[in-house]
């Protein structure tokens, strides 16, 4: 419960914090402008003298805020207020700021600094957290970085940067405590005490040979808890959970969660130790997939800052909106194919929205259920069959249930009985057919290497919609001369 409090006041904070910024610019806005507009002796003074009384408000509010916060108030900010909150962050947050921000905002603040800010901003940081931030940073404060950095520093950055971004070994944290198996708890607690402070979340420090391979992990409470007089190697856990480099990030963070890890090796095919995995650049990870694929279901990318201009928003979303025109163009073709059908009872007209709206939500909600389970790695090719059937029978049963009622809803509204069997009989079709594409379209698009969760419920609707028409217009039309 205590940590629930905290969080829920972390929060209220943020949004104190928030709200603090926003009033203060309000202000600042409103008396820059009407002191503007005054005719008075020595204007220029007046109107510098009233700028700089809330912007020194506002400088003192950010100084207090966590980076963190910071980086939450620049978010929710229009463009220009959030560079003009921007240029009053304190330099030493700079770095800190930019590796909390999202990508979007994140290169719109970068946007604004030039080359020497954005180096010394970077200086401030570790080189994992270097390696987060120079995907977004000009080729030449790279290059600046790369000769700012020592010999160790600069191969580790270099490493870092070499790895794809969803692998294990771009998350890697180098910061970490290494001690070896022939020495006592004693020697190392003294170790420990000489280096005054460990790297974030150290849970465990790493027991390595004279070459660097990784012999197992001695965990902080069995250094504490067990005789000083005890040999490391007699005490260490010798069986760990490892990682490669090289390892999918997803994977690695279903490993976090299964075995409840705080942190974790990196070892080389050698069994070198190479850095650490920890739970905080999961956390990050998981955060970013999270956000990626909620808007991937949409069709969109996730570099639109939600204060963009019109323009890059319209970029952003227009290649999908062109796939729903085109289907939408594709619906209309099948609808006119029955207008022969449809001119003899209007009725068709009124109630086909309904099987077509009824099917692209019970599609969307096998999608997304398909989408989760890939994400995290439930379906086996052996078990895809019965994922199938399974779906399958859902879709059916509700076709059955939900397709009475809006069979008898049909019949009560037009008094026609072959009406309400047609309705029953298209609703539970489109629900089958619904079933069918929700499994099969993101299974596919894993299967040729595409992210499933990329536009899927545009797809599963465009299918819905024609599939539904088609198939009530259709058996209306077979079974006409009952619905006269």
């Known amino acids: ?31 820059k402008n009407l002191v503007h507009k005054q005719a008075m002796p020595r204007h220029d003074l007046v109107e510098s003298l009233v700028q700089k009384q809330h912007l ?14 910071v980086a939450r108030v620049l978010e929710a900010l229009p463009l220009d207020d959030r560079l003009l909150v921007w240029d009053l962050v304190k330099a030493e947050h700079d770095g800190e700021i930019l ?23 970077a200086e401030t940081l570790d080189t994992d957290e270097i390696a987060d931030l120079a995907p977004d940073l000009p080729q030449d404060v790279i290059e600046d970085l790369l000769d700012s950095l020592d010999a160790q520093n600069r191969a580790r950055l270099q490493s870092a940067l ?10 890697m944290d180098y910061d970490m405590v290494t001690i070896r198996a022939d020495v006592t708890l004693e020697v190392a607690l003294r170790y420990l005490r000489r280096l005054g402070e460990l790297p974030d979340q150290t849970d465990k420090l790493f027991v390595v040979d004279r ?86 279901i949409a069709g969109l990318r996730e570099d639109e800052d939600i204060f963009a201009s019109v323009w890059k928003s319209v970029q952003n979303r227009w290649t999908w909106l062109a796939i729903n025109l085109v289907t939408a163009f594709v619906a209309s073709r099948v609808i006119g194919l029955f207008e022969g059908s449809i001119s003899k009872l209007v009725a068709l007209a009124a109630l086909m929205p309904i099987i077509a709206g009824i099917g692209g939500n019970s599609g969307n909600q096998t999608t997304t259920m398909i989408v989760r389970a890939l994400a995290l790695g439930q379906i086996h090719p052996d078990s895809a069959k019965k994922l199938f059937t399974k779906e399958i029978g859902v879709a059916g049963l509700n076709g059955l249930i939900w397709g009475s009622v809006v069979g008898l809803f049909a019949y009560i509204l037009y008094g026609i009985p072959a009406l309400g069997v047609v309705m029953m ?3 539970t079709l489109n629900l089958l ?29 465009a299918v819905t ?9 259709g058996l209306a039309t077979v079974f006409m001369r009952y619905l006269d």
Do not use: C
Request: charge should be negative.
């Open 56 to 69: 020194a408000e506002l400088h003192a509010l950010l100084d207090d805020m966590h980076p963190a916060d």
């Open 211 to 296: 070459d660097g391979g990784l012999k197992g992990v001695m965990p902080l409470q069995r250094l504490l808890l067990q005789s000083p007089d005890a040999n490391v190697s007699d005490v260490m856990a010798a069986e760990v959970v490892t990682f490669r480099p090289e390892d999918e990030a997803t994977d690695a963070a279903q490993a976090f969660e299964r075995y409840d890890l705080l942190s974790a090796p990196v070892v080389d095919g050698r069994n070198r130790l190479m850095g650490r995995l920890t739970v905080n650049a999961v956390v990050d990870y998981i955060r970013q997939e999270s956000d990626s694929d909620m808007l991937s």
């Open 99 to 121: 590796l909390e921000v999202s990508d979007a905002v994140r290169g719109s603040l970068i946007k604004s600094m030039d080359s020497d800010e954005l180096l010394a901003a």
């Open 162 to 171: 070499s790895y794809p971004e969803e692998t294990v070994g771009a998350l």
């Open 433 to 461: 057919l619904a079933a069918v594409m929700g499994v099969s379209i993101p299974m596919l698009m894993q299967k040729f290497g595409r992210d499933p969760a990329v536009g899927s419920s545009v797809l599963i609707t």
């Open 465 to 473: 919609d024609s599939g539904g028409f088609f198939i009530f217009l």
């Open 1 to 31: 419960m205590a940590d629930l409090h905290d969080s829920a006041k972390a929060h209220d904070s943020t949004e104190d914090n928030l709200d603090k910024v926003v009033t203060l610019l309000r202000k600042h806005h409103l008396v």
């Open 425 to 427: 009989g298209a609703m």
